[in-house]
């Protein structure tokens, strides 16, 4: 059953990533999110290689997040996976 979720979660992505990748993050408005860049489905934080909140313009508050594969997706940043995610690694970087 994991490796099915697995690939589902990864069917998933690559769906998200075809559907989004007209949006460029490279304007000063392509740091903000938009509603049709947001993913919804929880990250397994071995995917993730980084994360990075919004500027304050943006008119969404959200968190970027890069995976390993360079790929960006917006989430929530009140998302509880995404809250849990952020303590382990603020934890796990003040320990080291």
């Known amino acids: ?7 589902l979660l990864t069917l998933l992505l690559a ?6 990748q007209g949006v460029s ?8 999110c938009y ?4 993913i919804r489905q929880k ?3 071995f995917l993730i290689r980084s994360y990075q909140k919004t500027p304050s313009h943006c008119s969404r508050k959200a968190v970027r ?9 917006c ?3 009140e998302e509880g996976w995404f809250q849990q995610y952020r303590r382990q690694k603020e934890s796990t970087s003040t320990s080291t």
């Open 1 to 7: 059953p994991q490796v099915a979720r697995l690939g």
């Open 15 to 20: 769906a998200l990533w075809t559907g989004s």
């Open 25 to 32: 993050f490279r304007s000063p408005y392509g740091a903000c």
């Open 35 to 38: 509603k049709e860049m947001f």
């Open 43 to 45: 990250i397994p934080a």
């Open 65 to 73: 997040v890069e995976l390993l594969k360079g790929k960006k997706f």
């Open 75 to 77: 989430v929530d940043w």
